[in-house]
Structures are given as C-alpha cells and as structure tokens.
C-alpha cells in the first residue's frame, strides 16, 4: 500500500513518524517540523487514516509491511522510528520483523502488550453519529459528549469529521474497518525478535497504557530499552507538553544536538 505522506526535511538521517488510532500526521506537525531541524522528517498516515488508502486489512504486519514498502520505495534503507500508541505498536512490528531497517526506536506511550477496548466508548460514539442527517460538527460535538466528556479529545476525534463540497459529511478514517478490526489492534505486535537497537519508551506519568506490569514484556522484546517518563501528562503527551516531548526525544536520538 502506498501511505499518504508528508515530507518536512530532506537533511539528515531519515525519521519516519506514526501516529495514533483516529490520528493523521496532522496531529504530529509540530513534532516534526521541530524534529525536521536534525533530521529528514517523514509523517505518515497508516493505512484507513487520514489521506491513506482504505483496505480491509488492519493489523500490525500488514501496517509494518505498508512502512517497509514506504521506506523501499524512497530509497530509505535504515531510519529511526517514532510512533504514538497505535502507531508505537506498528514502530515495534516493523523493529521486531525487519530490526536491519531500524536505527532508533522511540515508542511514546504504549507497550508490546494485549490491551482491554478502552476505545469501545469511543467506535460507538462516532457510530451513532448519523452522517445523513447531520448539520454542523457543533451537532456532532454534541452527540459524540455522552460517549466522550472530552471536550479536547472530542475535537481530536472530529478532525476526521469531512464536509462534503456538495453538502453534508463522511468520515475520512475507515470507521467500519476500525471497529471491525479492533481486536487485531489491541494486541501485541506479532513478532517476538527481540529488537537489540536503541530504544525508547515514553511515557505520560497519568496514563496507564506504560506499567510496571509491562516491564517484563518490554525488556523480552527490547532489551536495551529505556524509559522516560513525562509528569502531570496523560496519553498525548506530545500535545500536552510538546517541548519537553520533543527535548526527550531529540536527546535520545541526537545526544550532541544543541
């Protein structure tokens, strides 16, 4: 599959960032164009994201295989690798599968583990959400709150609300797939390695994606993984507290950077 992408450097040792479910690269901007100062910047949309194909395939070795066919078809034989939650797990398969590709590892809050369906909430939200009738994101704001008290992740969720130009909305994530296939997401990456390259986890000290139940799954699969923690921050850390994010990661990957 050929990702959509955005291209915000072309200096440097190539970065490919990913983000998470109900994401886009939109939502990693600022990161990259920071990140772009030191290295050749690539932003993602994942399969059934943002501007990206749709298909009915999701899980993790089909996305992994998506970035390696990204990575063959621009020439790119080794990058480092960041990826948020969702797109974390798809970092991790790609280093677990292919680890030759992969220089860095930076995974920002999740572990290589089965999760429960803290999104449940969330797919049935946007899916009550009559597209035929709908008038105004105003409305769709106020029929998502139930499901979502949010009112900021709200908003998140609703950068994939579209108006069409002859009226009326679609969504531009492939939300029946999502759903479909939200089982294959929440689940560990399929390969075992381990990855022994550098890598990175962050952490947001108020979410409980990062455990310490997790530390043994991490070290099993990544042995010489660290692991930062970010505090007062819960899951986006990269939008609550995007300098010390970036600082954490620049650090990681460029130690000499000023």
């Given at each position: ?6 291209q ?84 991790m ?28 909430n ?12 709908l ?59 381990p ?19 997790h ?44």
């Amino acid at each position: 599959m050929k990702l959509h992408f955005k291209q915000f450097s072309a200096q440097g040792t190539p970065l490919l960032v990913m983000h998470g479910l109900f994401g886009s690269l939109g939502n990693w901007s600022w990161q990259c164009r920071q990140l772009s100062k030191h290295f050749a910047v690539y932003g993602l949309d994942l399969r059934n994201h943002g501007t990206s194909p749709h298909s009915d395939e999701m899980d993790y070795p089909h996305m992994a295989d998506d970035v390696l066919e990204f990575m063959d078809d621009h020439g790119i034989a080794r990058a480092h690798l960041l990826g948020h939650s969702m797109g974390g797990k798809v970092a991790m398969q790609v280093a677990l599968s292919a680890p030759e590709r992969v220089d860095h590892l930076v995974v920002a809050d999740i572990a290589p583990v089965t999760y429960g369906g803290e999104h449940d909430n969330i797919f049935a939200g946007l899916l009550a959400i009559n597209l035929d009738t709908l008038q105004s994101r105003t409305e769709a704001d106020h029929l998502l709150a139930p499901c979502e008290p949010d009112e900021l992740v709200r908003q998140f969720l609703l950068t994939n609300l579209m108006k069409n130009p002859e009226g009326g909305f679609h969504w531009r994530i492939n939300l029946p797939v999502l759903q479909n296939n939200y089982e294959r997401l929440r689940e560990k990456p399929a390969a075992t390695g381990p990855f022994q390259g550098p890598t990175l986890f962050v952490k947001g000290a108020l979410s409980n994606y990062i455990t310490e139940q997790h530390r043994n799954d991490i070290l099993a699969r990544f042995p010489h993984a660290r692991t930062k923690v970010i505090m007062h921050t819960g899951h986006w850390l990269h939008a609550e507290k995007p300098e010390t994010f970036h600082r954490i990661v620049l650090q990681f990957l460029k130690p000499d950077a000023p």
